[in-house]
């Protein structure tokens, strides 16, 4: 049913006819208010390796960007350095959170120019950033609300392959020497690999828009569908569709709020990013669950806390209704506060952190799949009440 998403390591292995063929995510970009000491959080509580920079000492006068990676995981933390730059207005509007979900491709501009063609709107116009080591081509459209796909295609010192090996970023980075957060997170790893999916809110009623706009501008397929009869409580609900490239190597969930007695986590969302749709969760793919959740907990990383009566009834649905047999150990299931779910394929463990910034937008989930392939439709209910506990906290409910 699937292809595995990190399995095209050789770039030409994707290259067919088709400009829009996703080769991976190059990286996810963040406008964040201080990259130098977000940096410093996503290298503690995630183990991210700090590992390159590109900032006032490399000639960059505009802006200041870290390269964190961690697996075939690469965040790109970006800070404006003057009061117009675009990352401080947006920064002033949203908080911080997810500016680009970059797409690497074989021809940058040929992929541009089909999304164009597509019905896409360009974010900024093809751009060659190139030196004596090679060529790192970028061009940009808009998708919901302030977010970005960049197309990024590579050549020469700046290859995929050769920047999965620790090679630079681009033109303009340079290594980040002797960190020692870097040595200890190769000592004690995470465990993370790769973005397993990544989510949008938008506002209530445009899900199909978006929906109609991947299908048609990057040329995805729907994967997955769940009505509010899937994913309510008493109080709130929303509706999800799940849209893939064509190798599957990337899936973007587009979440609506549906109406319910209560305000949704979407509204809430949308409450404190400015009425902007955005990107909701990064989901990261680890194939450890109980060893990488361990490890952020013991880092600090605070997680949703699962109700106890959750473990009361999941070993009943997932292994006798759903009939998987789950490897991991029940009972360090429930002390971590792992949620498990199960569909035809196999089953599932998954976990979603709190927001990562003060404002109730973006968050993590972080994922392990014995075969299955969905989103852990059965946990919607168990998880939105616990959402809905922190949002009576937050006084947003
Ligand atoms: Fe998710």
Redesign the pocket.
């Known amino acids: 049913m699937s292809v595995a998403p990190h399995a095209s390591t050789d770039p030409r292995a994707a290259t067919t006819g088709d400009p829009l063929q996703l080769i991976d995510v190059d990286h996810v970009r963040f406008y964040v208010g201080n990259a130098k000491q977000a940096a410093y959080f996503y290298a503690h509580c995630f183990g991210f390796q700090v590992e390159q920079v590109c900032d006032l000492t490399t000639g960059s006068r505009e802006e200041a960007s870290y390269l964190l990676t961690q697996g075939n995981i690469r965040l790109l933390l970006t800070t404006g350095l003057g009061r117009n730059h675009p990352a401080q207005e947006e920064v002033k509007k949203y908080g911080d959170g997810v500016k680009d979900i970059a797409l690497n491709v074989h021809d940058a501009v040929k992929a541009y120019e089909r999304a164009i063609k597509n019905g896409a709107e360009s974010a900024y116009e093809p751009t060659e950033h190139t030196d004596e080591h090679g060529t790192v081509v970028t061009a940009g459209i808009k998708t919901y609300g302030r977010a970005v796909h960049s197309f990024v295609s590579r050549s020469g010192g700046y290859a995929l392959t050769t920047l999965k090996q620790g090679g630079q970023f681009m033109p303009r980075f340079r290594k980040v020497e002797a960190f020692a957060l870097n040595d200890y997170n190769r000592q004690h790893p995470c465990g993370l690999k790769f973005v397993?999916?990544c989510?949008g809110n938008v506002e209530l009623g445009k899900m199909n828009h978006w929906v109609a706009w991947y299908e048609n501008v990057l040329e995805f397929k729907l994967f997955k569908h769940f009505d509010d009869k899937d994913i309510s409580t008493e109080y709130s609900a929303l509706m999800s569709k799940v849209m893939a490239s064509g190798n599957h190597l990337i899936k973007m969930?587009i979440n609506e709020p549906a109406a319910g007695k209560k305000k949704s986590q979407i509204e809430e969302y949308l409450d404190w990013h400015d009425q902007t749709p955005g990107v909701q969760?990064l989901?990261l793919r680890t194939d450890d669950e109980l060893h990488s959740v361990a490890e952020l907990r013991r880092r600090g990383v605070d997680f949703l806390e699962i109700p106890e009566t959750y473990y009361d009834l999941v070993w009943k649905r997932v292994e006798g209704e759903m009939g998987a047999s789950v490897k991991e150990d029940h009972k360090r299931v429930k002390d971590l506060g792992i949620l498990v779910d199960a569909d035809e394929d196999g089953y599932l463990l998954?976990l979603?952190t709190k927001p990562l910034q003060d404002r109730p937008t973006l968050f993590f989930?972080i994922?392990c799949r014995r075969g299955s392939q969905s989103?852990?439709k059965g946990n919607f209910k168990a998880l939105f009440e616990a959402l809905e506990l922190e949002q009576e906290k937050r006084g947003n409910l």
């Open positions: 397993d999916h989510v969930p969760h989901a998954q979603f989930e994922i989103f852990g």
